[in-house]
């Protein structure tokens, strides 16, 4: 469950918002306006915010750069009542996570945030394998014959630490989840793991091939 903060001075788009949401197991936390919405990720920890790309005379990429401005790291789906690729594009390239076109409809929203705390996930676990693998070679580095860091002596036997096969099975299962989250679009996959579609090209096809369904 995703506690989910929807931001719209529309009292009828608000309870839609709402029930859709609780009826697809999300915990909603509602705001009418920006004011509003900061006091609620400044108090609460929120998965995702759903916000009118029109708000008191703000539009949705002056909201996204509130947000940022204010540190808030957190996905934004933008509802629009434009429904032109170029007003989506836009959003999407100030940071919006997706868009949902209004009259919202029920079904459409509820993919629209299934996708985007998948594609949360993903961005998350990648980056815990980023850190992952860095420590690993950290590691690998202080723990060859006579190195130290910071006057340290190398790691003892005992301590655990990734090996190169759990690296390697963690990355394939990672770019698994990613192609199917994206349809099996490598250009899509490739910007969400925050690598080249070359890079994701020779993973796929490297020693290991990975075989994509």
Do not use: W
């Not at 309870?15 to 306006?33: C, K, Q, S, W, Y």
């Not at 929203?109 to 998948?118: D, K, R």
């Amino acid at each position: 469950m995703a506690t989910i903060l929807h931001v719209d001075d529309e009292p009828s788009v608000g309870l839609l918002l709402e029930d859709t949401l609780t009826r697809v197991g999300h915990r909603p936390v509602g705001a009418a306006n920006v004011a509003e919405a900061l006091q609620v990720l400044a108090r609460d920890h929120v998965d995702l915010v759903i916000s009118d790309d029109r708000l008191g005379g703000l539009t949705g990429l002056e909201v996204l750069s509130l947000l940022q401005r204010e540190r808030h790291d957190v996905p934004v789906i933008m509802l629009t009542g434009c429904a032109r690729i170029e007003h989506a594009v836009a959003a999407i390239k100030a940071g919006a996570i997706d868009y949902v076109t209004k009259p919202v409809d029920r079904h459409q929203l509820g993919i629209a945030v299934e996708q985007s705390l998948e594609i949360v996930r993903l961005r998350r676990e990648n980056e815990t394998l980023r850190r992952e693998v860095m420590d690993f070679h950290a590691t690998r580095q202080i723990g060859a014959p006579g190195a130290t860091a910071s006057g340290v002596s190398a790691i003892p036997p005992e301590a655990v630490v990734l090996t190169s096969l759990n690296i390697d099975e963690a990355e394939r299962a990672l770019i698994l989840r990613a192609l199917e989250v994206t349809k099996n679009n490598r250009t899509r996959t490739a910007e969400l793991l925050g690598i080249s579609v070359r890079t994701l090209r020779n993973k796929l096809n490297g020693p290991r091939r990975i075989q994509v369904a």
